[in-house]
């Protein structure tokens, strides 16, 4: 099933993002294991940096833009609740206590980055959240709880929680990925030149008094990236950074897959980009398209044809001995990802019904 999901991954990405960066990561071609993460940092790096705090535009202007509520233009939505809160209300500007911070995912102690200029005001892992909220996170590791203890805002459960016995939080089910790729992003993005801290990933939970530059916990953290699928929040989100304010983007949210490549069950394979920013080969001919829900489906071969949702729900199965079969399918208007697993390839295609 991790296969599937990450070829629908890539097939979603090409159709989103093929022609917004184009080029971006050409270098990273052909390259695995510490080579591409190198090739990686170099892409992203140096990108335009702010202040913390300013007359002119800083992090708490940019996360204003960043993390706009999409139903209400003058607020911010909050990283590990949801809760939607005034623009206005942000620290610096309204000190009663209830109003909203700048949660470093990344915690700026885990490699005592502090707020300078650089990892400590990177945007690409800054999100806005209510104070007490981010008090609770403190520099806790990301992990699943054992002895789970809920994480209350203003009176209202976030899906959020800490651990009774250990130094640990975990973030609500929606935003798992998102954290995930936030935390992949400063891996890589930050190799310890040009006074830049070094931050890396660990499988330790590290004390709430070590500031050694290590996050965790990795194994944790690559099952919240496959598990909850890139979101159109995070792909505006990673636009608006780019293409405004940092000029770089989060690799890990136009390619999630790559964390398989320098962290996950596919070091030591090389990363290919054929899918992402190329235009995907397939002989299978699907019309109409987009259909009410009947296919002719022309250029078949023998072989395991399933249909899934963006996902990565298997929502369709059939065994395929012909070259042309119609298919009638009862399922929400939407957009699926057709697959044919035959023995000399796999074939997809996007398929809309409405």
């Known amino acids: 099933m991790r296969k599937y999901l990450w070829i629908l991954f890539a097939l979603?990405?090409?159709?989103?993002?093929?022609?917004?960066?184009?080029?971006?990561?050409?270098?990273?071609?052909?390259?695995?294991?510490?080579?591409?993460?190198?090739?990686?940092?170099?892409?992203?790096?140096?990108?335009?940096?702010?202040?913390?705090?300013?007359?002119?535009?800083d992090v708490w202007d940019i996360l204003k833009e960043t993390d706009k509520d999409p139903?209400?233009?003058?607020?911010?939505?909050?990283?590990?609740?949801?809760?939607?809160?005034?623009?206005?209300?942000?620290?610096?500007?309204?000190?009663?206590?209830?109003?909203?911070?700048?949660?470093?995912?990344?915690a700026k102690s885990r490699g005592d980055f502090g707020t300078d200029k650089g990892a400590g005001t990177d945007v690409h892992h800054l999100r806005p959240e209510d104070i007490s909220v981010n008090s609770t996170r403190n520099n806790r590791s990301f992990d699943n709880c054992v002895t789970c203890k809920?994480?209350?805002?203003?009176?209202?459960?976030?899906g959020s929680y800490t651990d009774e016995n250990l130094w640990i939080f975990e973030p609500r089910d929606e935003v798992k990925g998102d954290v995930a790729r936030m935390i992949f992003y400063m891996a890589v993005r930050y190799e310890g030149e040009n006074g830049e801290p070094d931050l890396e990933l660990t499988e330790n939970l590290p004390d709430k008094y070590n500031d050694s530059p290590y996050h965790g916990r990795l194994s944790t953290l690559l099952s919240w990236n496959r598990i909850d699928p890139v979101s159109d929040w995070e792909r505006n989100r990673n636009e608006i950074i780019y293409t405004q304010f940092q000029h770089n983007r989060n690799p890990f949210i136009d390619i999630p897959e790559l964390a398989e490549y320098i962290w996950g069950n596919d070091i030591g394979a090389i990363w290919s980009t054929t899918g992402i920013d190329e235009p995907i080969k397939t002989?299978?001919?699907v019309a109409p398209n987009p259909?009410?829900?009947?296919?002719?489906?022309?250029?078949?071969?023998?072989?395991?044809?399933?249909?899934?949702?963006?996902?990565?729900?298997?929502?369709?199965?059939?065994?395929?001995?012909?070259?042309?079969?119609?298919?009638?399918?009862?399922l929400p208007k939407g957009i699926y990802f057709l697959q044919l697993n035959s023995k000399k390839e796999i074939q997809n295609l996007k398929i809309v019904i409405q």
């Open 12 to 57: 979603w990405a090409n159709i989103l993002f093929g022609q917004t960066y184009g080029d971006y990561y050409q270098s990273a071609r052909g390259l695995k294991d510490d080579a591409l993460k190198t090739a990686l940092y170099n892409i992203i790096k140096g990108h335009t940096e702010y202040y913390y705090t300013s007359s002119s535009t």
């Open 71 to 106: 139903n209400n233009p003058d607020n911010v939505i909050f990283l590990y609740s949801g809760q939607s809160i005034l623009a206005g209300a942000a620290g610096n500007e309204y000190r009663s206590g209830s109003g909203w911070s700048r949660e470093h995912v990344w």
């Open 150 to 158: 809920e994480v209350w805002d203003n009176g209202e459960f976030t």
């Open 283 to 285: 002989s299978i001919c």
């Open 291 to 330: 259909s009410s829900g009947t296919f002719k489906v022309k250029n078949l071969l023998a072989g395991e044809l399933k249909i899934f949702t963006v996902e990565g729900k298997c929502v369709f199965e059939k065994n395929i001995t012909t070259k042309q079969s119609e298919l009638k399918l009862v």
